[in-house]
């Protein structure tokens, strides 16, 4: 869709995008703190995400009921959320054009007055169990935490999560709110027409009663370490085995990098036809294979997973690690280039059909303050070489920092055959 953005800085210390989309028959939005769990300890863990349920959804001093709070935001058909991450709280929706300073209205009225009341904390606690024990039918989510755990990276599974919980008293949610909900902590996002609307959008995010604080909440510094041993997690339940490969580079890629990583995931796992994936699923080996790279504050990691029979394993990670070492070593064929482009180049202007995700593709900002130049995507995209594909993949593996994760009922010593299959990988 075309749009363009523009930041704007406000004298309370918020700042945001604003992106107008002409014609736009939506009005989208996310407004995100830096919240999240690396500013609480351990033991206190499930707080953000507790806080985030009650004033995403709980009564305030404008609505005392939440059920008549909620049934007023949604009346003609307001879609409203909020999300926790390690990093941040963020409260999103979508909403028809008609009535987008209405519902922007109720939804400031929820987050500057939130009541937290002790029955809403009472059900949200006992949601939140429901909602992490369900998580933990998810194996590639538990195997990710324990992997992530290997690195020395500040996280923790979803069974101790549940088990965290009754460290928390409603007193946490208000002391943690105050300590982050200050307008200097707030980012934001909001895309729709918004033409003839930047005043009074302006006006309304000033005048937002939150105190002021400070500036935004610096994030914590993140570095992986050599993990000492390959990580196994017996599941007697689980048939095959769900793996994971992963590999740290403790700065976060440029942006020549960042985009040569996307061409690489494309010609690796994203086909059919990919050179892992399609080479797999052709000698019937596994169903389906994925990968791809994610940023922390001082950290890249690409990793790569599959459900795999274990006695299929050595095979899959034997066309892995030919694969890669074929694009580190710069051993592309033209055309595999070409159409990995040709791929990216579709997949980004199919990524671009609606408000949402128009606004979804400047989330970056809320991380680092980076806004991406959507118009010069495709000509990144057409200008990365061989060189390009190779140098960022080796840079991903240089410092040797990887490891390998296998959830499943095969034997113990599995993990350590196939990590020693793949050393070649950080050679």
Request: aromatic share 10%.
């Amino acid at each position: 869709m075309r749009h363009s953005v523009s930041e704007i800085k406000l004298k309370n210390g918020a700042r945001g995008l604003l992106v107008d989309i002409p014609g736009a028959s939506v009005t989208s939005y996310e407004l995100n703190f830096r919240a999240g769990e690396f500013l609480v300890p351990e033991p206190k863990w499930e707080v953000p995400h507790l806080m985030e349920h009650i004033v995403a959804a709980g009564a305030n001093e404008y609505y005392p009921d939440r059920r008549i709070y909620q049934a007023e935001l949604s009346k003609n058909g307001a879609d409203s959320n909020a999300y926790t991450s390690y990093y941040s709280v963020s409260y999103v929706g979508e909403v028809a054009d008609f009535e987008w300073d209405r519902v922007l209205d109720l939804l400031f009225k929820g987050l500057t007055k939130p009541l937290f009341l002790q029955a809403e904390f009472d059900a949200e606690f006992g949601n939140i169990k429901d909602e992490l024990t369900s998580y933990t039918n998810n194996h590639f989510r538990e195997l990710g935490s324990e992997l992530s755990k290997t690195f020395g990276l500040n996280v923790i599974t979803d069974r101790q999560r549940i088990k965290l919980m009754k460290n928390i008293k409603r007193e946490d949610l208000i002391d943690h709110y105050r300590k982050t909900h200050f307008s200097g902590n707030l980012r934001f996002i909001i895309a729709g027409s918004l033409r003839g609307r930047r005043s009074e959008i302006k006006k309304i995010l000033e005048e937002l009663d939150l105190p002021r604080g400070t500036a935004r909440i610096k994030l914590p510094v993140e570095e992986a370490i050599k993990p000492q041993k390959t990580l196994f997690i017996p599941n007697e339940t689980v048939p095959n085995i769900y793996l994971i490969l992963s590999t740290h580079f403790n700065e976060i890629v440029g942006q020549r990098d960042d985009d040569a990583l996307g061409i690489a995931r494309i010609m690796l796992t994203e086909t059919l036809y990919s050179k892992i994936f399609g080479q797999a699923r052709d000698k019937g080996l596994v169903y389906h294979v994925h990968s791809g790279h994610h940023l922390s504050s001082k950290n890249t990691e690409w990793a790569l997973s599959a459900q795999v029979l274990a006695e299929n394993a050595p095979a899959l990670c034997e066309i892995v690690l030919a694969e890669i070492k074929k694009i580190q070593n710069g051993i592309i064929e033209d055309k595999d280039l070409e159409g990995a482009k040709q791929y990216a180049l579709g997949s980004f202007q199919r990524s671009m059909q609606t408000v949402g995700s128009v606004a979804g593709a400047y989330g970056r900002y809320f991380f680092d303050g980076y806004v991406e130049d959507m118009r010069s995507i495709p000509d990144r995209i057409k200008a990365i070489g061989k060189a390009d594909v190779a140098k960022a993949m080796q840079l991903m593996f240089q410092g040797g920092i990887g490891n390998l994760g296998v959830l499943g009922g095969s034997d113990s010593g599995l993990p350590n055959k196939l990590y020693d299959q793949l050393q070649p990988l950080w050679r």
